[in-house]
């Protein structure tokens, strides 16, 4: 009787700890049937635990309030914004809350063609100090790529601000440039794969001045693929001409499309302030989780429209998610 009581507070307990899993922000959440429902009884003598995972149909989507000064405004409630997925507005509000402090996986691209070669030492040193002062070890994790042409990984994921100065020191300008494959690349080969057991902010910043001459895949794919791996693009732009040019609006559009933002710094010190204000941006967000009307499991686009019901409050967040197919 004893050994028998044992092994059912040990089932017990084992089963508590497989549910208690945080969903990911951005996708439809999974649900976990563990031993206690009808298909537990199943399981053979050396599976105490059978777990399924269900679809279901709850979003969760990090977002930014602003004022019309694109100050981070606090203090707002669910009442404050409409929630619109698909066209339609949403089932039901599970969760809303401010989200200040979540861990960021951040990968930093520089451009390294020869257009910027006039600015890009002071660039690398703005970058160096942006990755010192944001990642926090055992918190936070970023990786470095160089590219022009072809895309260099400097250096891979890590908490380590030293390697991370390094790597970007390390880049040297010259050659034409494939902006969009950088993108595309690293979306699939780095955010796309990484999976994480609690909430994280996944975000590319790119220095560039927007023109892309050498690119394999369109911008529409980097869009898209940002949009799969749940990735906020920030840019930086390079251009010092006081002048609109072609790759600014090129910076605009990637960053808009994925619910980040683009900025163009005339002056170097400028720089320095971008880097501050996406900083800023990233420790300050709010958390909405519901439920959708009408959702299907088919593997295909959902938009997403956050409103704010104030005139003076804007919101920014990633246009749409893709479903979960069955």
Do not use: W
Not at 221 to 241: K, P
Not at 258 to 276: C, E, L, N, V, W
Not at 303 to 315: C, E, G, N, P, R
């Amino acid at each position: 009787m004893v050994q028998a009581a044992i092994a059912l507070i040990a089932f017990v307990c084992l089963a508590s700890m497989a549910s208690a899993q945080s969903p990911q922000y951005g996708v439809p959440a999974s649900a976990i049937i563990t031993a206690g429902s009808p298909s537990a009884s199943e399981t053979g003598p050396e599976d105490p635990i059978l777990t399924i995972h269900k679809r279901v149909d709850e979003v969760n989507v990090l977002f930014i309030a602003t004022d019309r000064h694109g100050k981070f405004v606090r203090n707002l409630n669910q009442s404050d914004f409409s929630f619109v997925d698909d066209h339609k507005p949403v089932k039901s509000i599970l969760d809303f809350h401010p989200e200040t402090d979540l861990p960021i996986e951040i990968g930093l691209l520089l451009d390294v063609s020869g257009s910027v070669e006039s600015r890009f030492g002071f660039e690398k040193d703005a970058a160096t100090g942006f990755l010192q002062h944001v990642i926090r070890p055992g918190y936070d994790k970023a990786f470095v790529v160089g590219f022009n042409k072809e895309t260099h990984l400097a250096q891979d994921f890590t908490d380590n601000v030293t390697s991370l100065a390094a790597g970007v020191q390390r880049l040297r300008a010259g050659g034409g440039t494939a902006l969009y494959d950088a993108i595309y690349k690293a979306c699939k080969e780095k955010l796309l794969r990484e999976h994480s057991d609690r909430p994280v902010r996944k975000a590319i910043i790119v220095v560039s001045d927007g023109e892309d001459n050498q690119s394999e895949v369109t911008r529409q794919q980097a869009i898209e693929m940002a949009e799969r791996a749940e990735v906020l693009i920030y840019a930086i732009s390079t251009d010092d001409s006081g002048l609109i040019l072609r790759g600014d609006k090129v910076l605009e559009d990637l960053a808009s499309s994925t619910g980040g933002r683009a900025f163009f710094p005339y002056k170097m010190k400028d720089i320095t302030r971008s880097f501050a204000a996406i900083e800023d941006e990233l420790r300050s967000q709010y958390a909405v989780s519901y439920k959708p009307s009408d959702f299907t499991a088919d593997g295909r686009f959902r938009s997403i429209q956050i409103t704010a019901v104030k005139k003076d409050l804007y919101v920014r967040a990633r246009r749409g998610y893709y479903a979960p197919t069955q």
